[in-house]
């Protein structure tokens, strides 16, 4: 467990930084940088933490973002455009935010000497339409140009690669993670799961985009920070990237929303919609690399975290 570390947080108002400030906040002091755009932080039981410092700023401010950082062991670059309405509505920002964006981290964390770690939030869509147990070291895809849905990844992608150069160039211990399909109490946003919940707990009409055939991995958020904190805590994790998600829990789209009615005993009905742009058809990681090298297995299974996740969001209702 670390102690007395200052850990600097981009994105920190986000569900995965809440989650991730839970287990660190009673030892370390954390300080979250966020434009507040989505916002889990204000309502959290964290929220007035006297280990807690709230820098409302931009992560395209380079000179607030260099200040701000100043004295951190730790950062996690957590910022960033995501959601596939927004980015296919703002392609630009999306570009700008997710390259620029963390550019500015890399370079405020190499301005201040971060020595301990240096945390990189990238994207399991790097890996293209077709990702079957996709692995660390297979090939990345950039999509055709001018498709709406590989904006954002290929946005991840050049600040993945831009991360690994800090590290090889200037010894920067960064670590690069691709989040597989993470859900879970107090996401915001447009994330699949916490939709669908929300219909079911309704018994509102559920809209899938596309044909619903579409397979994912879906990943508990409490899995995904605990292997987070080995990306953050262990010495071997430095200079690599992890896929970080739960192999296990695989499922439609279609299949995704009828688990969730029959789970939540929802009266929902499911209807189709067409689809929003290039569709990826399936996304399931590879998770060996994290277990041999940091030791992690994911334990949530999809049920238990759909249940935990509705008890969350009725207390919102």
Known sequence: MLQNKRIFITGGAGFIANTLIKHYISENEIIVYDNFHRDTLTSS??????????IKGDV???ELLTSSMKGADIVVHAAGIAGIDTVIKNPVRTMQVNMIGTANALEAA???GVKDRFV???????????AFKSTESDQTVSGSAGEARW??????????HLAHAYYNQYKLPVVTVRPFNVYGPGQTGEGAIQIFIKKALKNETIHI???GSQIRAWCYVDDFVNCLIRCIEDPKAVGESFNLGNA???ITILGLAQTVARVLKSESQIVFDPPLSA??????????????VLGFKAKVDLEEGVLKTAEWMKTLL
């Open 209 to 211: 985009d596309g044909d």
């Open 248 to 250: 296990r829990a695989v």
């Open 60 to 62: 395209l401010d380079l």
């Open 120 to 130: 990189d939030f990238s994207t399991s869509e790097v890996f293209g339409s077709m």
């Open 151 to 160: 904006t954002y990844a290929v946005s991840k992608l050049a600040g993945e």
């Open 45 to 54: 039981e964290v929220a007035g933490h006297p280990n807690l410092t709230i």
């Open 279 to 292: 569709d990826i058809a399936i996304r399931i990681p590879s998770v060996k690399k994290t277990e041999e």
């Open 110 to 112: 190499r301005i201040n």
